[in-house]
């Protein structure tokens, strides 16, 4: 794995915390790498229908 630097807004930080918890998911790390999985194979899936 890679380490990427990334700054958030604290709100933003607030907001993640309060849906990664939600969510049941076991740290804030894996709602992140879902949400950008998510955001690519939405973007691979919207590139290949054109």
């Not at 969510?23 to 973007?43: C, P, Q």
């Amino acid at each position: 794995m890679k380490v990427l630097p990334l700054r958030m807004s604290a709100a933003d930080v607030a907001a993640l915390d309060e849906t990664w918890k939600r969510l049941g998911l076991k740290r804030r790390t894996a709602m992140i790498r879902k949400a950008v999985a998510s955001l690519v194979g939405e973007a691979a899936r919207t590139t290949a229908a054109r």
